[in-house]
């Protein structure tokens, strides 16, 4: 084959005097289409439908639900940790309503909205989070790190941005095998200071990978400030030097951070191509249950975001719509609670996984070394059992 | 002297590092205000300024990359990787960079002015993102120097020799023990010698070896040894590059026999080392197999954590075995 001629000069215009790109500022604007009234601030819309609107702001609650319920769970020492995702549930639970349910989801760890957006039960967060038998992630992780084949949602890892060029490759593998379905990844905007979102970002242009990267810059990366993780104007003008379609929402407006997917998946599935959203919102939950943010924010910043509580600016805009329906919203509310406790309280008594999946999925098949040491294991339990009381031995499997 | 804990020891030396040495900055994830997420920076930002103690974005390459190049400077960085089991986006810097700095250009410059700070373990529910216990890739590497202290006094005294020493040092801390392990540190400046085993105590029937959170376990097990008549030298190896080959074995020649018990995967962790070092050294002085009481060849399990850990109960078991083999 014959090698072309390039000229990777051809686009660069010549200028003739010392002209400095000064603080690398790109002025990128932020796509609101409600305000916190709920009020629509553009006609030219072709709006969601009521059923969409409607599961979007039930998810929202179930989470918020879910979250508190968790939360308090936790300092009940009822669970080991969690991780609330207070603030962010437009963020991710609108982009996810915009996506098709074949759309793989890879996540940092603040998405549990995906999940309960698409379907995923009370009783399997329970399971997950109790790190019970039920669990089918076996209890090898935290609470929190979900994982559900059944509805494309990636098995999450701590490891902050390991995701993202894994999303590239998915992506790109899904339109080899000629699917019509993108990857959606989810980080955070401290995530976005790894090497892998660099990689990833990189890769996925240069390959031309149907992915979705979507950024919740909330602000925060634990005690990190915005400011302090980059100098930059946000994630969003890392998207244009990679090469990469971008557009920043208002991630507490969930109308704006649902037309702004729907419309990214559009031009990934049709162009093949990557776009980052950068969603702009604040993490109103602590980092997790591990931390406090008192000794590092102030209490008036927060509640100056409590204002902007996407849930609140849903429901304006539902009832604007002549939509919400206060007792039905009420009796939702309620049901989910105690639903989410009596699931709490079935999935504590459940036992734990058994002794001899400790060597399973190591490897398909267990080698020999791995099934010498679960033997030599069990014997050493089984010849001292006082002092592993916990030890789940059973035989049924 | 006063009573402090792990935690607070090492805050203690990174206070005395930075007042002896206006070149001693702290840098790494949310180690500046707030201190840390386990408080070991707690008010260095206060007492010292942002200038020296230094919130990073959060990308452990850039971290380690960037403490490598203050150092080959000529300031003296004390890095902070929150996790060890986050510290693998800055292997490449470590192994190809700050280990080779001195050696690839023939002494004109280096990094030994370097620290990286870390804590590492298991026993926190953390599963296997919050647990591992990863020495052993690190010890594969010529150049470096790994330390990792098992109570507070030598949390201070080893931290200080880190900072102090002139080739960069992996200083990894036993996240477990940070609250439990209490002692008497002295308020004043010392500094304890790297690649030094601490003898803990005298045994001799057998010799047990270990470091960071795991020494308390061998003690244990050493005392449920001696209840049924059974003799324990108990080693803190303290450092793992270089480590202490003199001590180890010498206690060997007198015990005949040896123990190893780590956290870490038995396969290719730290105890194969020692075994291969002693079995070469001691061969005719060993009356049982070399033993070793590690984790199993498996990512760190949270719910089964207990099962997985080396603990005294299998420490105890395998000194029996030993000792009546």
Not at chain 1, 127 to 156: C, E, W
Not at chain 1, 175 to 193: D, H, N, P, Q, W
Not at chain 1, 344 to 366: F, G, M, R
Not at chain 2, 106 to 114: A, M, S
Request: aromatic share 8%; glycine share 8%; hydrophobic share 40%.
């Amino acid at each position: 084959m014959a090698i072309t001629e390039r000229n990777h000069l051809q686009h660069i215009k010549s200028i003739h005097n010392v002209d400095v790109i000064k603080n690398g500022f790109v002025d990128i604007p932020m796509l609101q289409l409600l305000d916190a009234q709920g009020n629509l601030l553009s006609q030219e819309l072709e709006l969601w439908d009521k059923k969409t609107a409607l599961r979007i702001f039930e998810s929202m609650h179930y989470i918020r639900i879910l979250d508190e319920r968790m939360v308090s769970a936790q300092r009940q020492g009822r669970l080991s940790f969690y991780l609330a995702c207070t603030g962010e549930e437009a963020s991710v639970i609108a982009s996810t309503a915009a996506l098709a349910d074949v759309d793989m989801v890879m996540t940092q760890y603040r998405e549990q909205g995906v999940l309960a957006y698409r379907g995923y039960r009370t009783e399997q967060f329970m399971n997950q989070l109790l790190s019970n038998a039920l669990d089918p992630n076996k209890g090898r992780q935290m609470p929190i790190h979900y994982g559900d084949k059944a509805l494309n949602f990636m098995t999450v890892s701590s490891p902050l941005g390991t995701q993202i060029p894994q999303a590239a490759g998915y992506a790109y593998g899904q339109k080899m095998a000629g699917e019509l379905a993108i990857t959606m990844c989810y980080f955070g905007e401290g995530a976005a200071s790894e090497g892998d979102f660099h990689a990833g970002l990189n890769m996925a242009a240069v390959l031309h990978c149907p992915v979705i990267f979507f950024c919740r810059n909330n602000g925060y990366a634990i005690s990190t400030p915005a400011h302090e993780q980059f100098a930059g104007d946000g994630i969003a003008s890392r998207g244009i030097g990679y090469g990469v379609n971008t557009i920043r929402v208002d991630g507490n407006d969930p109308l704006a951070v649902y037309l702004a997917t729907q419309k990214a998946r559009e031009i990934a599935l049709t162009d093949h191509c990557p776009v980052l959203i950068e969603a702009m919102t604040y993490r109103l939950a602590a980092h997790s249950t591990s931390d406090d943010p008192s000794s590092y924010r102030a209490k008036s910043e927060e509640q100056d975001w409590e204002l902007k509580d996407p849930i609140l600016r849903m429901q304006r805009h539902l009832e604007q719509q002549g939509w919400f329906d206060q007792a039905s919203t009420e009796q939702y509310c309620a049901t989910q609670k105690s639903d989410i406790l009596n699931a709490l309280k079935k999935a504590e008594i459940q036992p734990k996984t058994n002794i001899s999946e400790i060597v399973t999925d190591v490897y398909q098949e267990i080698p020999a070394h791995l099934a010498r040491q679960r033997d030599e294991l069990i014997a050493h339990i089984q010849r001292h059992p006082e002092h592993y009381r916990s030890t789940n031995m059973s035989d049924k499997e | 002297m006063a009573q402090m804990n792990l935690l607070q020891a090492i805050n203690h030396a990174l206070v005395t590092a930075m007042t002896t040495d206006e070149r001693v900055m702290v840098l790494g994830e949310d180690v500046g205000h707030f201190g840390g997420v386990f408080r070991a920076t707690s008010e260095l930002q206060a007492k010292f300024g942002q200038a020296r103690c230094f919130n990073t974005p959060i990308t452990e390459q850039g971290i380690v990359g960037f403490a490598t190049g203050l150092a080959a400077q000529g300031q003296v960085p004390v890095a902070e990787i929150q996790f060890a089991d986050y510290i693998f986006p800055a292997f490449d810097q470590i192994v190809n960079e700050t280990s080779k700095f001195r050696y690839r250009s023939g002494g004109q410059f280096n990094c030994g002015n370097l620290t990286i700070r870390t804590p590492y373990g298991g026993g926190i529910a953390g599963g296997h993102y919050h647990s591992q216990s990863p020495e052993a890739f690190f010890t594969h590497i010529p150049g470096m120097k790994i330390v990792i202290p098992s109570n507070p006094y030598y949390a201070k005294g080893l931290l200080l020799a880190a900072i102090r020493d002139s080739d960069p040092v992996l200083f990894m801390e036993p996240k477990r023990i940070y609250r439990a392990a209490v002692g008497e540190v002295p308020e004043d400046d010392y500094t304890l010698p790297l690649g030094r085993a601490h003898i803990v105590k005298e045994g001799k029937d057998i010799s047990l070896v270990a470091w960071g959170a795991q020494v308390s376990v061998i003690q244990k097990a050493a005392s449920m040894a001696q209840a049924e008549g059974i003799s324990c030298t108990v080693i803190d190896l303290c450092s793992l590059l270089p480590w202490d080959i003199e001590a180890v074995c010498d206690s060997v020649q007198r015990t005949g026999r040896l123990l190893i018990n780590h956290e870490a995967p038995v396969t290719s962790g730290f105890a194969s080392e020692i075994a291969a070092t002693v079995q070469s050294e001691c061969f005719l002085y060993l009356e049982a197999p070399i033993q070793r009481v590690c984790g199993l060849d498996t990512p760190f399990p949270l719910i089964h954590e207990k099962e997985y850990m080396p603990d005294e109960h299998k420490t105890l078991a395998a000194i029996k075995y030993a000792v009546n083999f």
